[in-house]
């Protein structure tokens, strides 16, 4: 049954496949940007593309004091929410400045969870939602060459695995998904393996699966639970001299 | 995202430098490579570069969307921007493809009011080349029915260009190989149609006469292509087949108990790598010709074929230009004025049956009256064959341009991988004009391709 889509992280080409694939799907779609003129194409395209009913509202994931009263300003209760904000940052940065290294934590893990925190509040209340957190495989295991990215998305793993187990009898699904290598601007230009890197839009059918009724926790390509199974239990004197 | 060292470093400016060529793999160049991520942040990603080309999809058979020093790649910009039901009207960015548009839009009764022989091309490309279709001498190129669009210029400023903002800049920007700017963005008209259907009538031509009177009998038609039989010889020299298409009307599918907008079959054929260059050869081709001819000989009259078939028939084989093996191929196309158009084509065809090398797929059709600037098409006849790319082929073809030019014709830039700068010079005399506008643009050694500077635009 089509409802209402909020998207936030509206300019990244994984939010505007899943946006694609709800609006495919007949939904009204909420798109909220920290930049909305540079989320417009998007936009435009929904409409052009699916004659989808789309809304474009401001919201910057770092405002955490803003969450609020801009929930309470939207039109009305989305049925389902998908939170596609991430920044990869700059591992090397990281490790010197703490200044990025705490801007890659707070756009991946802070901002994310306590907006779909007092999301999960609305839909709690209201008995229905469906909340699905875009997090990464990087969080499953802290490695040396993104544990900065890593650490964050495990933050943000870890908050939606509380919060589904706590919201599990109120008709509330939280799903995370992890999308593995994905064809993105993020990763444009890099020699990806084939059989690990999806497409965006694997991503968008993957989201709106789960949310459905799938999965609570989605890996896009299945060999990548596969893949982290095996890096995860990699006993750590092991690890920590592994170059990864 | 589980970033590796290299991928926490590659920002989306990540360079790298790649061997690439056109869609014949020939010739090869190296080329950095850019990915341009949004039409917004282009004029950053340009800024301060020289020897920069746009690349869409790389249909271009020759060199024209290899880069001198940098090609950037625009297959992100693939964002639809408007689209008006009421009109047809879209507006939409350079990097969507023809397919997209097609899939998109032919359920909802619309289709491109031009389309080139494959569906996997850029809007961006199909106006840097003026594409033309099977109904040019109805219509005119695909550069007629853009209506607007914008141009990033290289003082790195988006400027909107029609017929009357910035008329003059428009104008030699159809058809001007992307040397006047990268192409952000178009808006053009879609035309209503009850089916994605076309109702085909094939017609025999005996030979080059009957062919050239068999075109003209269809200048009343939508669309109007014939396939030659390039082997052929003798009294036979220029035989092949006309296929006339229109538009098939709903009633008509629906009577003929197809559904009105069919979509092409999945799994699509692919020609595997490393297939030898004589997998084409003079006996394998003859032998394909002949009983091609044969059987549409026989099959003649009329019939409903899917849009697919009949605009883009080879895109139902993945990697077609395997067919020629590593050393690759060229296609030569030229165009040729009406006026004494037979003696020149059966020179011509005669000279390409004696070396015995092209492929199946040679097409000759009607073009109307040309858009002007480097736009390729003028009124006349244009011939496409497909050659190995090879020493030969090279020695005959340059004997092909001069006749070529020497009747007032000219070959397609799009195609063009090996032309001399005479050859262009004498085909295109709109030349000086184009060069004075790069000038006044500041676009000299700035937007520069290896066409560009093979042939001193």
Same mark, same amino acid.
């Given at each position: 049954?089509?409802g209402?889509?909020?998207?936030?992280?509206?300019?990244?080409d994984?939010? $505007?496949?899943?946006?694609?694939?709800?609006a495919q799907a007949?939904?009204?779609?909420?798109l909220a940007?920290?930049?909305?003129?540079?989320?417009?194409?998007?936009?435009?395209?929904?409409?052009?593309?699916?004659?989808?009913?789309?809304?474009?509202?401001?919201l910057d994931?770092?405002?955490?004091?803003?969450?609020?009263?801009?929930l309470?300003?939207?039109? *009305?209760?989305?049925d389902?929410v998908?939170?596609a904000?991430?920044?990869?940052?700059d591992?090397?940065? *990281?490790e010197v400045?703490?200044?990025?290294?705490?801007?890659?934590?707070?756009?991946?893990f802070?901002?994310?969870?306590?907006?779909?925190?007092?999301?999960?509040?609305?839909?709690?209340?209201?008995g229905?939602?469906?909340?699905?957190?875009?997090?990464?495989v990087?969080?499953?295991?802290?490695?040396? %060459?993104?544990?900065?990215y890593?650490?964050?998305?495990?933050g943000f793993?870890?908050?939606?695995s509380?919060?589904?187990?706590?919201?599990?009898? %109120?008709?509330v699904?939280?799903?995370?998904?992890?999308?593995g290598?994905?064809?993105?601007?993020?990763?444009?230009?890099?020699?990806?393996?084939p059989?690990?890197?999806?497409?965006p839009?694997?991503?968008?059918?993957?989201?709106?699966?789960?949310a459905?009724?799938?999965?609570?926790?989605?890996?896009?390509?299945?060999?990548?639970r596969?893949?982290?199974?095996?890096i995860?239990?990699?006993?750590?004197?092991?690890?920590?001299?592994l170059n990864l | 995202?589980?970033?590796?060292?290299?991928?926490?470093?590659?920002g989306?400016?990540a360079?790298?430098?790649?061997?690439?060529?056109?869609?014949g793999?020939?010739p090869?160049a190296?080329?950095?490579?850019l990915a341009?991520?949004?039409p917004?942040t282009?004029?950053?990603?340009l800024?301060?570069r020289?020897g920069?080309?746009?690349?869409?999809?790389?249909?271009?058979y020759?060199?024209?969307?290899?880069g001198?020093?940098?090609?950037?790649?625009?297959?992100?910009?693939?964002?639809?921007?408007?689209f008006?039901?009421?009109?047809?009207r879209?507006?939409?960015?350079?990097?969507?493809?023809?397919a997209?548009?097609?899939?998109t839009?032919?359920?909802r009764?619309f289709f491109?009011?031009v389309?080139?022989?494959?569906?996997?091309?850029?809007?961006g490309?199909?106006?840097?080349?003026?594409? $033309?279709?099977?109904?040019h001498?109805r219509?005119?190129?695909?550069?007629?029915?853009?209506?607007a669009?914008?141009l990033?210029?290289?003082?790195?400023?988006?400027?909107?260009?029609?017929?009357?903002?910035?008329?003059d800049?428009?104008?030699l920007?159809?058809?001007?190989?992307?040397?006047?700017?990268?192409i952000?963005?178009?808006?053009?008209?879609?035309?209503?149609?009850? %089916?994605?259907?076309?109702?085909?009538q094939?017609?025999?031509?005996?030979?080059?006469?009957a062919?050239?009177?068999a075109?003209?009998?269809?200048?009343?038609?939508?669309?109007?292509?014939?396939w030659i039989?390039?082997l052929?010889?003798g #009294?036979?020299?220029?035989?092949?087949?006309?296929?006339?298409?229109e538009?098939?009307?709903?009633q008509a599918?629906?009577?003929?108990g197809?559904?009105?907008?069919?979509?092409?079959?999945h799994?699509?054929?692919?020609?595997?790598?490393?297939?030898?260059?004589?997998?084409l050869n003079?006996?394998s081709?003859?032998?394909?010709?002949?009983?091609?001819?044969?059987?549409?000989?026989?099959?003649g009259a009329?019939?409903?074929?899917?849009?697919h078939?009949?605009f883009?028939?080879?895109?139902?084989?993945?990697?077609?230009?395997?067919?020629?093996?590593?050393?690759?191929?060229?296609?030569?196309?030229?165009?040729v004025?009406?006026?004494?158009?037979?003696?020149?084509?059966?020179?011509?065809?005669?000279?390409?049956?004696?070396?015995?090398?092209?492929?199946?797929?040679?097409?000759?059709?009607?073009?109307?009256?040309?858009?002007g600037?480097l %736009?390729?098409p003028i009124?006349g006849?244009?011939? #496409?064959l497909?050659?190995p790319?090879?020493?030969?082929?090279?020695?005959?073809?340059?004997?092909?341009?001069?006749?070529v030019?020497?009747?007032?014709?000219?070959?397609?830039l799009?195609?063009d991988?090996?032309?001399s700068?005479?050859?262009f010079?004498?085909?295109?005399?709109?030349?000086?004009?184009?060069?004075?506008?790069?000038?006044?643009?500041?676009?000299?050694?700035?937007?520069?391709?290896?066409l560009?500077?093979?042939?001193g635009?």
């Amino acid at each position: 049954m089509a409802g209402t889509l909020l998207l936030v992280g509206a300019t990244s080409d994984i939010g $505007h496949a899943v946006a694609a694939r709800y609006a495919q799907a007949g939904w009204r779609i909420l798109l909220a940007a920290r930049d909305p003129e540079r989320a417009q194409r998007n936009a435009d395209d929904l409409v052009a593309r699916h004659r989808a009913e789309v809304g474009l509202l401001r919201l910057d994931i770092l405002e955490t004091d803003s969450f609020a009263a801009w929930l309470d300003g939207l039109p *009305a209760l989305p049925d389902t929410v998908v939170c596609a904000v991430g920044e990869l940052g700059d591992q090397g940065r *990281a490790e010197v400045d703490p200044t990025h290294a705490e801007g890659v934590m707070r756009t991946n893990f802070l901002g994310p969870s306590l907006l779909l925190g007092l999301i999960a509040e609305r839909f709690a209340a209201r008995g229905s939602g469906a909340i699905v957190g875009i997090s990464s495989v990087a969080g499953d295991r802290g490695r040396g %060459s993104n544990y900065v990215y890593g650490a964050g998305k495990a933050g943000f793993t870890a908050f939606l695995s509380g919060l589904r187990n706590r919201l599990a009898k %109120s008709g509330v699904r939280v799903v995370t998904v992890k999308p593995g290598f994905v064809r993105t601007r993020m990763t444009r230009g890099l020699r990806l393996p084939p059989l690990l890197t999806g497409e965006p839009s694997e991503v968008g059918q993957a989201v709106y699966a789960a949310a459905q009724g799938g999965g609570d926790v989605v890996y896009v390509r299945k060999i990548w639970r596969l893949v982290m199974a095996v890096i995860a239990a990699i006993p750590e004197p092991v690890f920590k001299r592994l170059n990864l | 995202m589980l970033a590796t060292p290299a991928l926490a470093e590659a920002g989306p400016e990540a360079q790298s430098l790649r061997t690439l060529s056109g869609w014949g793999r020939y010739p090869r160049a190296a080329s950095e490579i850019l990915a341009a991520d949004a039409p917004g942040t282009l004029p950053m990603l340009l800024r301060g570069r020289r020897g920069v080309i746009a690349r869409g999809a790389g249909r271009a058979y020759g060199d024209a969307a290899v880069g001198q020093r940098t090609t950037v790649l625009t297959g992100a910009l693939d964002r639809l921007r408007g689209f008006d039901p009421a009109t047809g009207r879209l507006r939409a960015e350079a990097g969507v493809t023809l397919a997209d548009i097609v899939r998109t839009f032919l359920p909802r009764g619309f289709f491109p009011p031009v389309v080139p022989g494959t569906q996997f091309v850029t809007l961006g490309g199909m106006i840097a080349s003026d594409v $033309h279709g099977k109904n040019h001498h109805r219509e005119g190129g695909f550069g007629a029915h853009v209506e607007a669009l914008t141009l990033l210029t290289p003082d790195g400023v988006p400027r909107r260009c029609s017929r009357d903002q910035n008329p003059d800049l428009f104008a030699l920007t159809l058809g001007g190989m992307g040397l006047t700017g990268t192409i952000l963005d178009a808006t053009f008209r879609l035309r209503p149609v009850e %089916s994605g259907w076309i109702c085909q009538q094939t017609r025999v031509a005996a030979d080059l006469s009957a062919m050239l009177r068999a075109l003209e009998e269809d200048d009343a038609a939508t669309y109007s292509v014939a396939w030659i039989d390039c082997l052929a010889r003798g #009294a036979s020299l220029g035989r092949g087949l006309v296929y006339r298409g229109e538009h098939a009307g709903r009633q008509a599918c629906l009577a003929a108990g197809r559904d009105p907008f069919p979509i092409p079959a999945h799994g699509r054929l692919t020609v595997p790598p490393g297939l030898p260059a004589w997998t084409l050869n003079r006996a394998s081709v003859t032998a394909f010709n002949a009983l091609y001819f044969r059987r549409g000989a026989a099959a003649g009259a009329s019939g409903l074929v899917p849009w697919h078939s009949y605009f883009f028939p080879l895109d139902g084989l993945a990697a077609w230009n395997r067919l020629y093996g590593a050393r690759g191929f060229v296609q030569h196309q030229c165009v040729v004025p009406r006026r004494g158009a037979e003696a020149v084509l059966s020179g011509m065809l005669d000279r390409v049956a004696r070396l015995g090398t092209a492929s199946p797929l040679a097409v000759l059709k009607r073009l109307g009256p040309g858009g002007g600037g480097l %736009s390729f098409p003028i009124d006349g006849y244009t011939l #496409a064959l497909d050659l190995p790319a090879n020493a030969a082929t090279f020695a005959l073809l340059d004997e092909l341009d001069r006749s070529v030019v020497a009747a007032g014709g000219r070959l397609y830039l799009a195609k063009d991988a090996r032309q001399s700068r005479e050859t262009f010079e004498a085909g295109y005399p709109a030349l000086p004009t184009f060069r004075d506008l790069r000038r006044q643009l500041g676009a000299e050694g700035v937007l520069a391709s290896r066409l560009s500077v093979r042939l001193g635009m």
